[in-house]
Each structure stands twice: as C-alpha cells, then as structure tokens.
C-alpha cells in the first residue's frame, strides 16, 4: 500500500480543494489523480515534484513521509 494517500488527502481538504481542483492544476484527469490518491498509481517524478510545489511540500513529505528507506 502507497503511504502516500493520506497526506495526499489531507492535503487537499486542508486547502478545501476537490479532486477535480488539483487534477485540473496540474493538467491531469481528475480519475488519474483520484488513482494516486487512493494508492492504486504512483506518479512520475515530474508530477510528484508539481504537485510538492503545488502544496509547498517537499516531494519526500507528501510521497515518503511514512516510508523507512532501506539502507
């Protein structure tokens, strides 16, 4: 399971955003971002670091903050 979703999530009800909203922000359909928050797509580098800038986050505190890396 993608740790990501939660705060994918929150995010968005944070800053009273639909998925439409985001979806429409960073030029994706509404279903593709609906996928990556519910953890069934992970995205590409290029829309992770998007959707960071979009949220003033960083691209390990939305899609990694849950995650222990493996050394």
Sequence with gaps: MNQHRAKLKQLRITNDLF????????????????SIERGMRNPTLNLAKKTADLFGESIENIFYHNTKLEE
């Design 19 to 34: 998925q439409k909203d985001i979806a429409s922000l960073l030029g994706i359909s509404t279903s593709y971002y609906s």
